[in-house]
């Protein structure tokens, strides 16, 4: 991991965390209720995190460890602003899902999983959204598009990186 | 008071992704406008079901049905519509045959086959809104349940409707219950299983997110009938909505004494709480689903002792899937002959199919339990888009098989499906036309089960990477003689040595393309052949010297310049270079790029 882009994170974050923490601490099994928490809060899951869940609920580094590393909703790397998330279910695939990830690929000149250098985008895909009328279909954080194709992803691609010259 | 006119706008997701909010909106204020918000209510409802034609809009009580709604038609139809009494021609439906305007909604081919029993209230009322929900019979099995029934006049009218498990496997509901019921535990749980993970699957999010009461009064009676105070229900992470519709819902019915303490002055209690998936496919078995209930790495375990025996925290637990618990509520207040008076013999009741892939209607659909694959694809689904033809449907994702056009008269219930090799699976069907390619799909869900197999068990970790690989080799035109037979010998063993369903039916979706579309596998390991067009190592890019007008295009989008020839001077590929990405067949303006498959004679 590239030292720069990692910011610790504040105290602030900490202390919201600590708090659903000790609104939930009493509930059995919450740790992966935690962890969502957790990732909303810091965006992301670091180890430094990891180690202050494990312990404020009591339980072995190891496990907390092993939860995030389990499921892949949890990541360990910081993601970009924008994280696009491309679905690759059935129906998606059968329209020609992969070809949207190889546009997006080629537009922002990162493989899956990875960040573009301006920590704008992230490229991810996932499993079935449930929007099969769409395919393909893809998600750019909460926004949804359906029926994508070349021109969609030039316009998507654009569409954020202006948000961001105006922001 | 009663409206004159009731707009119900359909807020399902692929609606919603349409644009459906902003429908909404606008009608709202035109109806300000126009001074009718006494006259006309607007609910936002869940799915209605034909996704194709979203955003949808359903105007009672004419009963008249808009499709693909833009923002800028709302104030027409506000106006001839509403105010005038003229529906608006160019939304409305029209038969693909007879190209006649259909008003009424169901006389919608889509409508007509269905038999709605699950989906009954979704599309038909606010998900929101508890009082919906109770003014069309909502709480009143549980009310019948918890006063008139005991526990096992209640569970022997499950066990006369002869419902099984929607999920997939298709146990009877009834049976687990009773296990449950029976076992010894000073506390036991109800669990619903809303982990819809197969890819191609979206009924039980529309359930949840359209009915979500439903669920809620189905887990309830069932923690009536095995004695338990506590229910649980697993929701994936990616269906946020469903998240925040089941919360509210849970809320609601404690608010009202529908879950709670003492409800009905029965002296029974029962509370709900919902968590929340992580992005794991795994988690859709049981034994994993409770794993990760418990704050745990999703991983499977091996059974007995089943989870009705010893399950979230090794007490006894009661586990279904969302459209099972949909059902229940229908059963006690209908009668369980009623319900096993729909189906076939052995499997009874309706099922709630996802239709998705190479198919016009794209939606949800509920059948009869014995409807033949034919209704379902052609009479409801329309078939095939642009003429084409529908050679297979995928069931079941990725632990289930294809079934090819010969057998598409078979009436489906459990066993039938079964017995073609491929499965009930919780209803997702993939309609596959000739631009698809079989051993690509078959590597598709082989990819998917690997990247979801655990690790837990030597056959599906390392078992189905072998195959996979195979496959891999297969659609970049390396596969030898003899790999299909290697890939059958493999699949047969991993099914018969993992450790949790999702290994020993991982290897399905191979098994069952190679039995049925063996000539497609061999092309691709003989002739270096991909007749689909979809394996893009078999393709080969040329371009046409007399339609080509040299205008460059081709040449401006190749990422790697592979592409000669200037303004005046006709193109050509350097195919040695060539990565076949396609773009240049994508933006060629004169189609004088040709695409082509297997060797060149």
């Known amino acids: 991991m590239e030292e720069a ?71 360990m790397e910081p ?51 449930g929007a099969c009328g769409l395919a393909p279909v893809l998600m750019v954080n909460e926004d949804v598009y359906g029926h994508v194709d070349r021109d969609k992803v030039s316009e998507i691609i654009k569409k954020y990186k202006e948000k961001e010259k105006n922001e | 008071m009663a409206q004159r006119l009731n707009v119900l706008v359909c807020s399902g997701a692929s609606c919603l992704s349409s644009g459906s909010i902003e429908i909404k909106k606008k009608m709202l204020e035109e109806i300000k406008k126009a001074g009718l918000e006494d006259e006309i209510r607007i609910i936002e ?74 989906l009954r209230n979704c599309g038909m009322i606010d998900p929101e809104s508890l009082e919906e929900y109770v003014a069309l019979d909502g709480y009143e099995a549980l009310g019948k349940a918890l006063t008139e029934m005991s526990r096992d006049e209640v569970l022997k009218e499950i066990e006369t409707s002869g419902l099984r498990g929607r999920g997939g496997a298709g146990f009877p509901t009834h049976l687990k219950w009773k296990f449950t019921k029976d076992a010894e535990g000073d506390q036991k749980f109800v669990v619903c299983n809303a982990d819809e993970g197969d890819p191609g699957a979206f009924m039980d999010r529309s359930v949840v997110e359209g009915d979500p009461h439903t669920v809620l009064e189905g887990m309830a009676i069932a923690g009536y009938v095995v004695g338990a105070s506590k229910g649980y229900i697993y929701v994936r992470a990616e269906y946020p909505l469903a998240i925040e519709r089941l919360r509210k819902a849970i809320k609601d019915a404690k608010e009202y004494g529908f879950l709670g303490e003492n409800i009905f002055d029965s002296g ?172 690509n799909t078959a590597k598709f869900f082989l990819d998917f089960n690997t990247f979801e197999s655990c690790g837990k068990c030597t056959p599906c970790r390392v078992g189905l990477k072998q195959m996979y690989k195979m496959l891999d080799k297969i659609t970049k035109g390396e596969g030898e003689k003899g790999d299909i037979d290697k890939l059958v010998e493999l699949g047969e063993s991993i099914k018969k040595t993992a450790l949790c369903g999702l290994g020993q039916t991982a290897p399905n979706p191979v098994l069952s393309t190679i039995k049925y579309f063996r000539n497609e596998y061999r092309q ?32 401006q989008n190749c990422p790697v310049d592979c592409i000669d020839g200037e303004r005046g001077v006709v193109h050509e590929i350097r195919e040695d270079e060539c990565i076949k990405c396609g773009n240049c067949y994508d933006v060629c303006p004169f189609d004088a790029v040709i695409k082509t498959t297997g060797e060149l004679e």
């Not at chain 1, 923490?21 to 957790?38: C, D, F, R, S």
């Not at chain 1, 493989?111 to 704008?120: A, H, I, K, N, S």
């Not at chain 2, 049905?65 to 021609?89: A, C, M, Q, S, T």
């Not at chain 2, 709630?352 to 209607?361: T, Y």
């Open chain 2, 268 to 439: 029974f209690d029962f509370d709900l709480e919902v968590r929340i998936g992580a992005g794991a496919f795994v988690c859709g078995e049981e034994t994993a689903l409770i794993h990760s209930i418990e704050g745990k790495r999703g991983t499977p375990r091996p059974r007995p002792p089943y989870p009705s025996i010893s399950g979230l925290w090794e007490k006894p637990t009661n586990l279904n899937n969302v459209e099972t618990y949909a059902n229940v509520r229908h059963i006690i207040l209908k009668g369980g002959d009623w319900f096993a008076s729909i189906g076939t013999e052995s499997s009874k009741g309706t099922k709630v199919f996802a239709l998705s892939g190479d198919i016009q209607n794209t939606g949800l659909a509920e059948v009869p339990m014995g409807t033949t694959i034919n209704e379902l694809i052609y009479d409801i689904g329309g078939g095939a888009p642009e003429g084409k033809e529908i050679k297979a449907v995928q069931l079941g994702g990725p632990s289930g098989g294809c079934i090819t056009k010969e057998y598409f008269d078979t009436p489906i219930d459990y066993e039938s499906l079964t017995e073609l090799g491929a499965m009930m699976g919780s209803g997702g069907v993939i309609a596959m036309s000739q631009d698809t390619c079989m051993v």
């Open chain 2, 45 to 118: 409802t869940g799915c209605m079901g034909p996704c194709e034609l979203g955003p949808v809009i359903l105007v009672y009580p004419d009963e008249i049905l808009y499709k693909k709604v833009k923002k800028k038609d709302v104030e027409e139809i506000v106006e001839n519509h509403f105010l005038k009494g003229r529906p608006v021609e160019r939304l409305l439906y029209k038969s693909p045959e007879t190209e006649k305007l259909i008003k009424k909604h169901e006389e919608i081919d889509y409508f007509k086959k269905q038999k709605k029993i699950v």
């Open chain 1, 79 to 129: 993601r970009g602003k924008y994280v696009v998330n491309i679905c690759m279910g059935t129906a998606c695939y059968v329209k020609g899902a992969d070809r949207v990830v190889e546009y997006f690929k080629q537009k922002l000149g990162i493989d899956e999983g990875e960040t573009t250098e301006d920590g704008l985008f992230t490229l991810t895909s996932a499993r079935c959204f």
């Open chain 2, 524 to 555: 691709h390991i003989e002739n270096k052949k991909c007749s689909a067009m979809v394996c893009t190592d078999l393709l080969t890019y040329t371009i046409d010297p007399d339609k080509c007008k040299a205008c460059t295009l081709c040449a």
């Open chain 1, 5 to 75: 882009k990692v910011k610790i994170p504040d105290n602030e974050y900490y202390q919201k965390l600590e708090e659903y923490i000790n609104e939930v601490k009493h509930m059995p099994g919450t740790l992966i209720n935690v962890l969502h928490k957790a990732q909303g809060i810091f965006g992301y899951l670091p180890v430094e995190v990891q180690s202050f869940i494990a312990d404020k609920l009591g339980v072995p580094y190891s496990k907390v460890y092993g939860v995030v590393t389990f499921y892949n909703f949890f990541s």
